[in-house]
């Protein structure tokens, strides 16, 4: 198994684990959750459709039904941890960390899949496309 298959795979675990984690949180604690989304200044109803994302997002990535859905939820999973790094840091509480972390994870799972998969994504960045990881 060469590294950047390697690399695809831990880091996509990884990301889905964080989501995975995410959705059971709201979930379990949908009060205390929705209690924070007012605080921030958004609807609590974002709760609802972000637990739908959080669980949509990863099984698209992981199942790869569909490599355009795959790649749009890749899309939804990066403009997801965009706001949530803003609305963090706006907040100024010290939950941008797992943010940033999934911005990572989701960086080295988007530009190694096309190494992790069978079926390439023509949205890869040619540089990374068919690039082996030393």
């Known amino acids: 198994m060469n590294k950047g298959k390697i690399a695809y795979w831990i880091s996509t675990g990884l990301l ?14 949908r009060t205390m959750v929705e209690d924070g989304f007012v605080q921030f200044g958004y609807p609590a109803y974002l709760v ?4 739908v994302a959080k669980i949509a997002a990863p099984l698209a990535i992981l199942s790869r039904v569909s490599v355009q859905l795959s790649d749009l939820a890749y899309a939804g999973m990066l403009f997801h941890l965009l706001l ?6 706006n907040v100024g ?32 960045p040619p540089a990374f496309a068919n690039r082996q990881i030393a």
């Open 48 to 51: 609802t459709v972000l637990i």
């Open 16 to 29: 889905c684990l964080i989501y995975g984690l995410g959705a059971v949180t709201y979930i379990m604690q």
């Open 93 to 124: 509480d010290g939950g941008f960390v797992p943010a940033i972390v999934g911005l990572a994870l989701l960086a080295i799972s988007f530009l190694t899949q096309n190494q992790g998969r069978k079926v390439p994504s023509p949205n890869v």
């Open 84 to 89: 949530a790094l803003s609305a963090h840091l």
